[in-house]
C-alpha cells in the first residue's frame, strides 16, 4: 500500500509516515505533519526551507541559484544574456546597462507563452498530425490495396500467356498427330504392296515346286509353265520417310518482357498538408 495514502485517500507524512499531512515544504516538495516540520528544517541548515499550509503548497517562489555565486538565489533576470541573476551579479559591472526585469515577471510572461503554446498544440498542432497520421495511414491501406491490384494483374496476364502457348503448343502437337498418320498411312500401304508381292513370289515358287515335283514327262505341261521372274527382279523402292523437325525460336529476354508486359516508375510527390 502507499504509505501516502489509505482507502480514504489520506496523504501521510512523507517523513513519519504515518500522521496526516498539515504542511507543505515548497522547497524541498516534502509534505509534512506538525510534529515533523522542526526535523524536517534541522535537516540542512544551509537550506531556506519555505514551509506553508499543505493547501497553499507550491505558492513560494522558488528562485533559481546563481550559476556564478554559490547559495545565492536570483531574482532578476537579464534579458541580454538570457540568464538569471542574483544581487552579487547586478553589484558587479558585468550586467551594466543590461535590460533587467524581475524573474517573477519572467516567470509571468513564460507561463503566459506556455498557455498559448500549449493551447496551439492542442487546438491545431495535435489534431493536424492526427489527420495527417491518419492520412497516411490510409495511403498504406490504399497502396497495399493498390499493389494487390497490380500483382493480380501480372498473374492474370500470366494465366493469359499460358493459355496462348497451351494453345500453341496444342496446335502443333496436332500437327505433329496429323503427319504422323500421314506418314504412317504411306508407309503401311507401301508395306502392304511388298507383302502382296511376297504372297505372289511364294506362289511362284510353291508353282515351279510342284511342277518339277511331279517328275512328268507332259511336253505341255512344261511348256505351258509363264515364269513372272522378270516381273520381280527390280526391287521396290526403299520409302524413307522424312521427320519434321522441331525448331524452337530463342526468346530474348527484353522482348519477351516487353511483350509481357512491364511497370512504370513509382515515385513519390512532396504536397502541403495546409492545403489539402
Request: aromatic share 6%.
Amino acid at each position: 500500500m502507499d504509505p501516502n495514502t489509505s482507502s480514504q485517500d489520506v496523504i501521510r507524512c512523507d517523513l513519519c509516515e504515518i500522521a496526516e499531512v498539515q504542511m507543505h515544504c515548497d522547497t524541498c516538495h516534502n509534505n509534512l505533519c506538525n510534529a515533523c516540520v522542526g526535523e524536517h528544517i534541522s535537516t540542512d541548515d544551509f537550506k531556506d526551507h519555505k514551509v506553508v499550509r499543505f493547501q497553499f503548497r507550491n505558492s513560494t517562489p522558488l528562485y533559481p541559484g546563481c550559476a556564478f555565486h554559490e547559495k545565492e538565489r536570483c531574482e532578476m533576470y537579464c534579458r541580454h544574456c538570457a540568464i538569471p541573476v542574483c544581487c552579487t551579479c547586478l553589484a558587479s559591472d558585468q550586467h551594466l546597462g543590461h535590460r533587467l526585469s524581475k524573474i517573477l515577471q519572467v516567470l509571468g510572461e513564460k507561463k503566459e507563452m506556455i498557455k498559448k503554446e500549449l493551447n496551439q498544440l492542442n487546438e491545431t498542432i495535435y489534431p493536424t498530425y492526427q489527420h495527417i497520421a491518419a492520412d497516411v495511414q490510409n495511403r498504406i491501406s490504399e497502396l497495399e490495396r493498390e499493389y494487390k491490384g497490380i500483382s493480380e494483374a501480372i498473374t492474370k496476364r500470366g494465366h493469359y500467356w499460358h493459355r496462348k502457348v497451351d494453345k500453341v503448343v496444342k496446335k502443333l502437337k496436332s500437327q505433329v498427330d496429323e503427319m504422323k498418320s500421314s506418314q504412317l498411312q504411306t508407309l503401311r500401304k507401301h508395306l502392304d504392296e511388298i507383302n502382296k508381292k511376297i504372297i505372289d513370289i511364294k506362289d511362284e515358287i510353291d508353282s515351279f515346286d510342284t511342277c518339277i515335283a511331279e517328275h512328268t514327262n507332259d511336253i505341255a505341261r512344261f511348256i505351258s509353265v509363264r515364269p513372272k521372274t522378270d516381273q520381280y527382279q527390280e526391287l521396290p523402292q526403299k520409302l524413307v520417310p522424312s521427320l519434321p523437325k522441331f525448331t524452337p525460336r530463342t526468346i530474348q529476354d527484353e522482348t519477351f518482357c516487353h511483350q509481357f508486359g512491364g511497370l512504370s516508375p513509382f515515385l513519390f510527390t512532396l504536397k502541403n498538408m495546409a492545403t489539402d
